[in-house]
């Protein structure tokens, strides 16, 4: 599991491992957003979850960060959101930068095959 507990002064929350089918059933409810942090390429060959955005990696700040003029408008800090990528390592890492920039809850779900093994469809 990972807990990350934020630096001092960070105001945002801190990154909890979830069950891949209890983010299938919270996404499908509307009631978080999936992110998927793979490269495009990954992604093309691969496919991604439905529903999910694409944010590769290396955007990931200036997509995410409510202070940034390319912020995503389906993004909010306070809405939950969880992260996969193919094997759960960089979206850990992911995670922990928008927890920093303030998301208040934020989930790892681990990587695409996680996802698609708790039931999660994936499109291409």
């Not at 944010?55 to 995410?64: G, V």
């Not at 202070?67 to 094997?87: G, H, M, T």
């Not at 930068?97 to 698609?116: K, P, R």
Request: some cysteine; hydrophobic content about 40%.
């Amino acid at each position: 599991m990972f807990n990350f507990l934020r630096p001092s002064g960070a105001k945002g929350g801190h990154v909890e491992k979830i069950d891949p089918k209890s983010a299938v059933a919270k996404a499908e409810a509307g009631e978080l957003v999936v992110i998927d942090v793979r490269e495009g390429m990954e992604v093309k060959s691969s496919g991604k979850a439905k529903g999910a955005l694409h944010i590769p990696l290396a955007t990931l700040k200036m997509k995410c960060d409510p202070s940034s003029p390319e912020k995503l408008p389906e993004l909010d800090l306070s809405k939950p959101v969880a992260l996969y990528c193919a094997s759960g390592a960089r979206s850990a890492g992911a995670a922990q930068m928008l927890a920093q920039m303030g998301y208040e809850t934020v989930y790892n779900i681990g990587g695409l095959y996680d996802w698609h093994a708790a039931g999660g469809e994936v499109v291409r």
